[in-house]
């Protein structure tokens, strides 16, 4: 049996003088991943282990929304990408995982 997908909102959030791509898993449990600083290379592990975590669940679909009160493009362009290729990616790992593994399918 086949499950719908769960939506997964993305945006960008600007944190006093840092830049963060936002994970919203459910309401109130947000993962993110900063965009300048030092931290985002293990931000990146810790969200696609969440992901995958999940992915294992369900099926799921990453939506990034632009923030109006977001300002740098250069940032949401990349972000809008980034997210377009982990959606492709994750498609692809969910093929991948044994159906043993995913549950009610």
Not at 33 to 38: E, W
Request: hydrophobic share 35%; no cysteine.
């Amino acid at each position: 049996m086949s499950q719908e997908n769960k939506i997964i909102n993305t945006f960008l959030k600007k944190i006093e003088d840092d830049d963060f791509l936002v994970f919203e898993l459910e309401p109130g449990n947000e993962l993110t991943i900063s965009l300048n600083t030092d931290a985002g290379q293990s931000d990146i592990r810790k969200v696609f282990s969440a992901l995958l975590s999940q992915l294992i669940e369900q099926p799921l679909t990453l939506r990034y929304s632009e923030s109006p009160e977001y300002a740098s493009s250069l940032y949401s362009d990349v972000s809008k990408e980034y997210i377009d290729a982990l959606n492709r990616e994750l498609k692809q790992v969910r093929k991948k995982i044994p159906e043993t593994l995913t549950t009610n399918e």
